[in-house]
């Protein structure tokens, strides 16, 4: 897509991009927290710390498979412009739209980077 949509799109390609390379960013920094947690057998409270790249890449997934970011749509913005160009929302009904669709990718990113780091949890407790 690449015009607004209330509550279904909107960012463009380049801030979709920028999504996609903070979920590489995140997933990386969770693999590689994992791999040391298990080399260096860190207690559970130590291994809980995982959470944050997990959101890091959870938000960033979602957020660039939607091509919709929960901050804009919290805000009541979007942009298919260069990045940092916003434009506001004026629509009531769409700022409803697009203030469900942001709650609901939080939600979304909350629960994978939650089962994220259950797995690391289970992993570093199994070995």
């Known amino acids: 897509m690449s015009q607004y949509q209330a509550g279904v799109c909107n ?3 380049a801030e979709v991009a920028k999504r996609k390379q903070l979920s590489y960013v995140g997933g990386l920094i969770f693999l590689l927290f994992l791999l040391i947690a298990v080399l260096q057998d ?9 959470f944050a790249p997990a959101i890091l890449f959870s938000v960033g997934f ?5 091509k ?3 901050a804009y749509g919290l805000m009541g913005t ?4 260069k990045i940092g160009t916003l434009t506001r929302v ?3 009904d769409s700022l409803k739209a697009d203030r469900s669709t942001a709650i609901s990718i939080l939600l979304q990113a ?3 980077a939650l089962l994220l ?7 570093t407790a199994a070995l």
């Not at 860190?42 to 995982?50: D, G, H, I, R």
């Open 11 to 13: 960012i463009g390609g």
């Open 42 to 50: 860190f207690s559970l409270t130590e291994t809980s710390v995982a």
């Open 62 to 66: 979602i957020q660039s498979r939607r």
């Open 68 to 70: 919709f970011c929960l």
């Open 78 to 81: 979007f942009n298919f412009a």
């Open 90 to 92: 004026e629509d009531r």
């Open 110 to 112: 909350l629960g994978l």
């Open 117 to 123: 780091t259950s797995i690391a949890l289970a992993l």
